[in-house]
């Protein structure tokens, strides 16, 4: 009887020490595994002395093993949504998603989509995101379902929205609480599966709603928050037109109580120095959406300015303001975001931002993130013949931050050859 799962190949994953984030890279390495949990990574030459009568080894050649990647800040019911031609974020917002959203009440509908959206990110190499929902509890009751079927780790809200939008999407005050606090009830810490409180964003949303859903994170303190915060100017004159008393955007969410080390907001665009000083003193997280940005032409984040106020922050994908589910292609649209600001994003970072910083994002880096020893299991492989121009390009790397760059800028899903979530092989291309 085998004990253990055995799989060599060349492996990364991003580590923390004294000195800062390093890549853990072992060209030929073997990762053993016992059951859902990682038991350790390391040279195949020294492991395979230890383990190999454990277990036969999988050899993957040609590959890297390297965690499943995280994606902070998506939207489920936007998977139609995705690529929606010209405008920009107010003005899609009612042409698309409104209209897409308000069909999320029919929980069929709701079922089939969050199907599709958990192959499309499996198939993307993403095994954990924290997702809006649509406003309607069901729509949530189906997303949960169907991540628990897969044994994925995820997070979702229900989106909470009372003003500002189709009467059809609009709950109020006291059923988006009561929605809300029945699914934290029913889902949150069943399984792999934890709730986010979900007001959309504050334009959405009255005051006294903003106060509701404060109320239900200091009646569930482990439960997390997601929202929107500058991404675009016109959604900040709004804000200010909306909520005249308040000093910014992000004091909005502050003083209501919305802000914390739980709360992932996106975005982030056009935080002014006030609001850069006071998330930073609520150790409030955020969510950078390079995509999307790009896609709907919101600006340009300043990736350098949040980490000089020590703001924890990751990378997500946004779809559908983001037009690809790719961890890949968020990752070499913020490195051109850096590039139009002047500096250049390290590759070991952009995967860091991508896998381990954005489990610290979302409270989840004591179970996946990198292949610590007694973590979830989740991790895919990457073929690193998957196009030709990789295979003749990765013949230039001369170290792991050439290959990793390489992957970033020229890769996507044809690079993902397989999945495995809880140590169980959950895709093969
Ligand atoms: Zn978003």
């Known amino acids: 009887m085998t004990n253990h799962s055995l799989y060599r190949g060349s492996i990364f994953h991003c580590i923390e020490t004294s000195s800062g984030v390093e890549p853990a890279y072992h060209e ?28 036969s080894i999988v050899h993957f050649k040609d590959s890297l093993i390297m965690p499943g990647f995280i994606d902070s800040h ?8 995705i690529s929606s031609y010209g405008s920009s974020l107010l003005e899609w917002l009612n042409k698309y998603t409104f209209v897409e959203e308000q069909k999320f009440s029919d929980s069929e509908y ?26 309607y509890k069901q729509s949530v009751d189906v997303f949960f379902s169907a991540a628990e079927k897969r044994n994925m780790r995820m997070i979702a809200g229900k989106v ?9 999407l609009c709950d109020d005050i006291d059923s988006s609480y ?21 007001p959309r964003f504050a334009p959405t949303s009255t005051e006294g709603q903003l106060i509701q859903a404060a109320k239900l994170l200091t009646e569930h303190p482990d439960v997390l928050l997601q929202t929107h915060l500058n991404e675009n100017s016109e959604e900040i004159a709004w804000v200010k037109e909306l909520y005249p008393e308040f000093n910014n955007y992000f004091d909005v969410y502050d003083k209501l109580g919305l802000s914390g080390p739980s709360s992932v907001f996106g ?28 896609f709907l032409g919101s600006g340009l984040f300043a990736l350098n300015e949040l980490e000089s106020y020590g703001i924890d922050v990751a990378l997500a994908s946004d779809v559908g303001g983001g037009d690809s589910f790719s961890m890949f292609d968020v990752m070499n649209q913020a490195y051109k975001v850096c590039r139009l600001n002047g500096y250049n994003l390290d590759p070991v970072k952009a995967f860091y931002l991508t896998t381990l ?34 295979r003749q390009k990765m013949q230039t790397a001369t170290d792991i931050s050439d290959l990793l760059f390489c992957l970033m800028m020229l890769g996507d899903d044809r690079l993902v050859d397989e999945v495995y979530i809880l140590g169980q092989c959950a895709y093969k291309k």
């Open 357 to 390: 910083a954005a489990a610290k994002v979302l409270g989840v880096d004591d179970s996946i993130g990198n292949f610590e020893s007694n973590k979830e299991a989740d991790f895919i492989v990457l073929d690193l013949n998957a196009t030709e121009l990789i």
């Open 28 to 55: 030929d390495g073997l990762m053993v595994i016992k059951g859902e949990r990682i038991v350790e990574v390391g040279g195949y030459a020294e492991l395979s002395a230890r383990y190999s009568s454990e277990g």
């Open 178 to 198: 009561a929605d809300s606090k029945s699914l934290i009830e029913k889902w949150h810490n069943k399984g792999r599966l934890s709730y986010a409180v979900t």
């Open 74 to 81: 998506i939207h489920y019911p936007q998977y139609k949504v």
């Open 267 to 294: 975005h982030c665009i056009y935080n002014t120095v006030d609001e850069y000083k006071r998330m930073a003193e609520t150790s409030s997280k955020v969510a950078l959406c390079p995509t999307s940005n790009l």
């Open 160 to 168: 909470m929205m009372d003003r500002n939008a189709p009467a059809g």
């Open 110 to 135: 709701a079922a089939k989509i969050a199907e599709l959206f958990l192959d499309e990110l499996i198939k993307n190499g993403t095994t954990t995101a924290m997702t809006f929902c649509a406003s």
